[in-house]
């Protein structure tokens, strides 16, 4: 099972169908359904999460729980995602699937956003870090739960414009920095927590070495090309890791000169 892609919406469904006029006017009464103000995207932000929290009890036995914390839920409620994808994605933000973001990249399905956010289990007092910024959707997520946020990404156009998109919306508790994410963030760890949003073909050792004791990482490790397990890894006090494979994902990869 792999939950980049999602189904296609009933809507294609029915207007492959159905004949050309007719096709039409379906597609004008669609147009209505598109939220046009804040309470709209609410309404569609409430209808996402339970369709994530249907999805968490359905893969629990790979999570290892059958519900996310209340104050992750709390948090996707809030963040607009529809301000973190292009214009022309926006009727389709609050779908859960990824999206295309420009250069070849993607906003992860808000699934994975929510699985990954509460696996590290995150907490206000924590300092995380974030490896591929990309739209910047999940260090907002992110800054909703914990004190500050650091995020890299290394293709610089994109890093940019999510600092920018960021500061607008008041997430003033990020900040990025464009570079290769392999090699972290030392200056301002040890982090509480760290988030990987492109795959690696092995677990980077500087980003373990700036893992906190007692830290939880998450990271999707395999092929570039196929699907890869999305890994979760714990630093006990004493330094020793443990890390457990949780499901088949698929992210884009994690480029830079490191391998
Ligand atoms: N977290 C993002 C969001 O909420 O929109 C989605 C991330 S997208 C699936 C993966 C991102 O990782 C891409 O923007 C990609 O450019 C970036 N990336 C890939 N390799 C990287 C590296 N070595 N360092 C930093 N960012 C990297």
Known sequence: MSHNHCVDTIIFKLLRRLGNGLLFS???????????DADDYAEQRATLIAEITD???S????????EL???????LAKVPRHEFVPRAERYR???????????????SQPYIVAIMT????PMPEHRVLEVGTGSGYQAAVLAELVNQVYSIEIIEPLGRAADKRLQALGYDNVTTRIGDGY?????????????????????????????????????????????????????????????????????VPLTGKHD
């Open 26 to 36: 379906l597609m004008c009464a669609c147009s209505v359904v598109y939220a046009t």
């Open 55 to 57: 999805d968490v009890r």
């Open 59 to 66: 893969t629990a036995h790979y999570l290892g729980r059958r």
């Open 69 to 75: 914390n209340q104050r992750v839920l709390t948090a």
């Open 93 to 107: 933000a609050y779908r859960n699937r990824p999206l295309p973001i420009g250069h070849g990249q993607t906003i």
């Open 118 to 121: 509460d696996l590290i289990n």
């Open 183 to 251: 090699y972290g963030w030392s200056e301002h760890g040890p982090f509480d927590a760290i988030i990987v949003t492109a795959a690696a073909s092995h677990v980077p050792p500087p980003l373990i070495a700036q893992l906190k004791p007692g830290g939880h990482m998450i990271i999707p490790v395999g092929s570039r090309f196929l699907t890869q397990q999305l890994v979760l890894i714990t630093k006990n006090e004493d330094g020793t890791l443990l890390t457990r494979q949780l499901l088949p994902v698929r992210f």
